[in-house]
């Protein structure tokens, strides 16, 4: 039989067939992603503003302005602390539940379908259910705290019937880690769980055979395999959360004061919003160093785990 092919194009050609497949991935990294990078490096190096469009350089006049600031220094430490912090919890939680959702139960489907809508859900969107439920005076959740006599007269977390979650210092951090716990451990859940999936059945078969109770097993044996893929899907939530804006954006806008603050945002406040370009651009790359450091670390973390 001759070959097929559509026109001159030899579909049975894999390096051809491999490039027309990676080439829609290829544009949208360049133009998305590459593109504007590019020119946050060319502003940050720049004076350029709203107003004034020339890209005169500047050298590392933005970056040290920048730095000296100490709102950018604590914004900068807010940033770190959130991510750090909400990781430990997403990636408790992801676990347990890609264990869960690996066994065999009635209406498992369902249950990853509910699971699984936090990451499904448009941010934006999410982030105004959210919004409503911490309100000052009309929260949900201090609705539900009031029924059960946590809040009000004598109650036992305050004699207030509202908490202001979004306007406590403390409460407000308390509230920006625990939505982006919230929407991110899905991702991650859904990364283990087809790590485990993987696994082969028959060290799982050699382990009961070998009377290896169920604990044993996740911690002597499936926890250790899945190491490489715990580490990427921990590299794709740091990532995304240290970027990420749209919570603290909907939620605080920043507040109260600068307590919730973090990088996307104060970038995007000072570059856009303030229009002062070359700055913006300048805080935003502060992050990407930290962020690459931190990724050939974990992703050489990942590659000796898999070679052990």
């Known amino acids: 039989m001759g070959r ?22 290829l544009l949208y990294i360049v ?45 900068f430490e807010t940033t ?13 939680f992801a676990n347990i ?33 959210w919004l409503w439920m911490l309100d000052t005076k009309y929260s949900s959740i201090d609705y539900l705290l009031l029924q059960l006599g946590l809040l ?20 407000a951090q308390i509230s920006v880690i625990f939505v982006q716990v919230w929407r991110m451990t899905p991702l991650a859940t859904v990364i283990l769980m087809a790590g485990l999936s993987s696994i082969p059945t028959d060290i799982l078969d050699q382990a009961e055979v070998d009377g290896s109770r169920f604990m044993r097993t996740l911690l002597q044996i ?13 590299l794709f939530s740091m990532i995304t959360m240290f970027g990420d804006m749209t919570v603290v954006y909907v939620l605080t806008r920043g507040g109260p004061v600068d ?4 990088l996307g945002l104060y970038s995007f406040q000072v570059g856009i919003e303030g229009g002062n370009l070359a700055q ?21 973390t990942a590659s000796r785990a898999e070679v052990r």
Not at 39 to 60: E, K, P, Q, Y
Not at 222 to 234: D, Q, S
Not at 284 to 295: D, G, K, V
Request: no cysteine; glycine share 8%.
């Open 259 to 262: 307590y919730t603050r973090v």
């Open 97 to 129: 539940l890609a264990v869960i959702f690996t066994q065999d139960f009635t209406g498992k489907w369902f249950a990853r379908f509910i699971f699984i809508l936090p990451w499904a859900t448009p941010v934006s969107l999410a982030m105004i259910g």
């Open 152 to 171: 009000g007269r004598g109650g036992l977390l305050s004699d207030n019937r509202n908490l202001f979650w979004l306007a406590a210092p403390d409460l």
């Open 31 to 75: 133009l998305l992603v590459g593109f504007p990078f590019i020119l946050s490096i060319a502003f940050g190096f720049s004076d350029v503003t709203v107003g004034n469009t020339d890209l005169s350089f500047v050298g590392f006049r933005n970056f040290l302005a920048v730095w000296e600031n100490d709102i950018f220094r604590q914004v």
């Open 280 to 300: 913006g651009a300048a805080i935003s790359l502060f992050a990407f160093p930290l962020l690459l450091a931190m990724a050939i670390f974990m992703l050489r």
């Open 80 to 92: 770190i602390r959130f991510t750090l912090i909400s990781q430990v919890f997403i990636l408790i």
């Open 222 to 234: 499936k926890l250790p395999l899945i190491l490489p893929i715990m580490v990427i899907a921990l």
């Open 4 to 25: 097929l092919s559509l026109g001159s194009f030899p579909l049975d050609n894999r390096r051809l067939i491999g490039a027309l497949f990676l080439t829609p991935a």
